[in-house]
Structures are given as C-alpha cells and as structure tokens.
C-alpha cells in the first residue's frame, strides 16, 4: 500500500477543516470580548485563558484525528490554523518575560543618566523592566552589574525618582523615571535673561535659559522702595583651570528636576532668612569667557539677612541641583569636579553597603 508521506492542506479531511475554522472564530470572539475588558483584567490571567482556550481547541481534535484514516495523522498533527501558531509565539514571549520577573509582575520603569554617566553608558537612558514594586536599591544593583563602570562612582552618585531625591528603599511602580545623578556643580552655558525669561522653562522664582544673563535687569525687577538691600550673586566663566587655559563651558541639566529644586531652595530663603524676594537664573549650553552663568539676586530689608541667604543659595545651588559643566581646553575637554551632596541626600552607595 502507498503511504504519502506529504500532503498539502487540500488533502486534509473537511471535518477537520471545519473544527479548526469553527475554533478559530471562538477563539477570535472571544478574545474581541476579552479585550474590552482587558484594563480591569491581569495580564497573567489573560494569558492563562489563551492557553485554555489553545487545550480546549486541541481537546475537540483529538476523537477526529483518533478515527481518521492512519496516514493523514501525522500530516494534521502538524497542520494548525495560523491563530494557534500566533498564540504559541504568544506564550513564548510571555516565558521570557517570566524568567526575567520571577513569578511577580513585571513593570517598566524609564532609567536617566546624567552628566558624566552619559558618556559612561553610552547613551541618555533607557527602559528597564523588575519586579513591581521593586526597590531603588535593587534597580541599581542591576544597572551596575550591566555597566560595570558604575562602580568607580558608586560612592557619589545619587538616585531621583520623578524628579526628587530618594533613598534605596523606595519601592518603584509602572512608569516611573529613575535619575543617575552624580556630583553637580553649579554654573552656566550660552546667550539676555530679562527679555530671554519670557520663553525659558521658569517657576516663580527660578528659570533656566539659553540666551545670555541680564543681571541688572533682574536685580531691578525685584527691588522695592521698602528694601534696604538687593545681594546679587555673579557667577561668571573664567579663562583659566588650575593653570590650563579654559576656551569655553557647556552645561546640562537634568532640566525638570533643577527647575524645581531651584523653586525649592528659593522658597527655603523666604522661609528662613529674613528676606523678601529672591531669584535665581542659571544658563545651559555653551558659555564664554566672562559669561554669567548663575545670577542670584536677594531684596531685604536689611543687608544682613540678604548675604547670609544669598550665600547660602549659592552654596547649596553647587551642591544639589542636577547642572554639570564641562570644561573645554586647548589640549581636551573634561568634565568639572562636583561638589559632594549634602549629608540629607541618599547616595546609591547606601543601596549596595546594604545588600538591597
């Protein structure tokens, strides 16, 4: 007897034809159905119905195939309707998934590098995919183990969660944007702040801009007849580092999170010193020789009160605000050394130390 051994898809019995179609519109109304309803539902559960649904399928096929003639077995054991196939790669996709998660749920946070940790990762950011509800810590854990570069600044470096500090405890949800911060220092780059403020990112009383700083402006704007005393700090780019001579800077910034902590330490002035207008301009791009790069400008009653604040603002501008300056040179470029954070700013060192 002639034994076939390849028979194409007409050759398949009709009744197994009409099974697999009759499975395949099932499947497809159901799934319709189930994706109205798919944002109340686990994607775990839905994932589960698919692979039922896929046994039941095969479950209906088998008394056919047991009762059909022996040499089409083999051949409709390996013939499937194309919406079985995609569900196979489905459940694959979903295993690899798993593996990376464990048994919980995975999320996806949105990681940042920053300042010099740009050049370090070789890229801005990135997506990066735990456990949901994962710490900081552990989050770090793994950027150092895929970029074992991290671990010369891990002693430095500082972690933000949607734009604020954080410490290695803080559990992560679906969506979140993690910060690598390392050291900052406090500065400017390019272009008249006055006019200029109109279009730059500004809270009221802090901006960011790219055109050149107008300091006299501002110092005006904010002076009334009842003060006593306007402070104004000058930052501005010298010609020289540590005898190299400096050709020009750039500055960057982690802009959403320096606007605010700006807003922030300007509220903190009011509050704590005896003052009663403060603002704070800082630049980002390229800066000259002799260009400001942060004017700080304090209205006081009495002139005491408007040093202390203003020295203050500067000095922990410096220290906590994510704006990094590099330094071009005739012989090479490098990036500034910052200044360490302050004692109440969590370091990633904590996460490693503590085994998180």
Known sequence: ????????????????VFLAVCAEEVFEKTAKTRRTTTDSVDCRTNRADELAACKFRVFMLKPFLFFS???????????????IMREKGALRNTKQRD?????LRCMRVNVRYLGMLRELAGRDGEPFE????????????????????????HQAIALAVNYEYSASD???????????????SGGAPDGTVGNALASAPTTEHAALVRQPIDGAAIAAAIRQPADGAVVVFDGIVRNQTRGRRTLFLDYTAYEPMALQRMEQLAQQALASYAVR????????????????SVFIAVASAHRAAAFDASRWL??????????????????????????????????ARQSSDTGV
Request: negative net charge.
């Open 314 to 347: 500067i000095d922990t501008l410096k220290k906590t605000v994510p704006i990094w300056k590099k330094e071009y040179f005739e012989d090479g470029a490098v990036w500034a050394d910052g200044e360490p954070f302050p004692p109440e700013v969590p370091l």
């Open 170 to 184: 803080t559990r992560l949800h679906e969506g979140d944007e993690v910060a690598l911060i390392p050291p900052v």
């Open 99 to 103: 593996s990376r998660c464990g048994m």
């Open 1 to 16: 007897m002639y034994w076939p051994r390849e028979t194409s898809a007409e050759s398949v019995p009709d009744g197994l």
């Open 69 to 83: 003639p022996l040499w089409m077995r083999p051949q409709a054991s390996r013939w499937k309707p194309p919406i």
């Open 277 to 292: 207008a403060v603002s704070l301009v800082h630049r980002l791009g390229r800066l000259g020789i002799g260009e400001t």
């Open 130 to 153: 735990l456990p949901d509800g994962s710490p900081l810590g552990e989050l770090y854990t793994a950027l150092q183990k895929r970029i074992p570069e991290l671990e010369q600044f």
